[in-house]
């Protein structure tokens, strides 16, 4: 049950597009097409922003893509907006578990 | 719509114990497997553990094995989650969370506010 790896921050200015990568292994990431991305702004709670490593929820901006390869998946957000600013986490099942990465806070210039 | 309410959060002494519960309404409560997930204060999440739909399964965190239960009734359309031995690592906000839907364990997209639960002497 260890946790996956994200970078601790990225940023970019408005516009511009970003990419969070999250590291796991084969008993996680790499074992299940089973990733979801979650958007958690300061005292509210996870939004889910990908599920099944690349599709949307009904309502969430097509400026959010995703993808998996091995044992690591990458979030991208295309036309960055100030309401973009967040922390994001990556989330995989394992099996009879779930695992968290530790989070990413992207910053908007 | 869907609609997660959890309460029974406050302030614990460590070695104490607390349960917290997760209101649910707007689906059909028996029909999906449910999940408690934290947070500690300025920190990640952290799975805790999950139930399925008619609690037969239930899968910990070895953070919390042994020493946390989860359980609900379908009756009540209730999730709770039984804290024993607590710690002050245990400080966080809990939040209960739906599976996602056409899984039995996937985590969803439905999550409750939360509810924060402080281990201090």
């Known amino acids: 049950q260890s946790a996956l790896t994200q970078p601790a921050s990225v940023s970019g200015s408005p516009g511009q597009s970003i990419t969070i990568s999250c590291t796991g292994t084969?008993?996680?990431?790499?074992?299940?097409?089973?990733v979801s991305w979650y958007q958690q702004h300061p005292g509210k709670a996870p939004k889910l922003m990908i599920y099944?490593?690349?599709k949307r929820p009904s309502g969430v901006s097509d400026r959010f893509s995703a993808s998996k390869s091995g044992n690591t998946a990458s979030l991208t957000i295309s036309g960055l907006q100030a309401e973009d600013e967040a922390n994001y986490y990556c989330?995989?099942?394992?099996?009879?578990?779930?695992?968290f990465g530790g989070g990413t806070k992207l910053t908007v210039l | 719509q869907v609609q997660l309410v959890e309460s029974g959060g406050g302030v614990v002494q460590p070695g104490r114990s607390l349960r917290v519960s997760c209101a649910a309404s707007g689906f059909t409560f028996s029909s999906y497997g449910m999940h408690w997930v934290r947070q500690a204060p300025g920190k990640g999440l952290e799975w805790v553990a999950i139930i399925s739909y008619d609690g037969s399964d239930k899968y910990y965190a070895d953070s919390v094995k042994g020493r946390f239960t989860i359980s609900r009734d379908n009756s009540k359309n209730t999730l709770y989650l039984q804290m024993n031995s607590l710690r002050a690592e245990d400080t966080a906000v809990y939040y209960c969370?739906?599976?996602?839907?056409?899984?039995?364990?996937?985590?969803?997209?439905?999550w409750g506010q939360g509810t924060l639960v402080t281990v201090s002497s």
């Open positions: 989330c995989s099942f394992a099996g009879i578990s779930t695992v």
């Open positions: 969370a739906r599976v996602l839907e056409g899984y039995s364990y996937v985590l969803g997209g439905d």
């Open positions: 084969s008993s996680d990431i790499g074992n299940y097409n089973l």
């Open positions: 099944e490593v690349t």
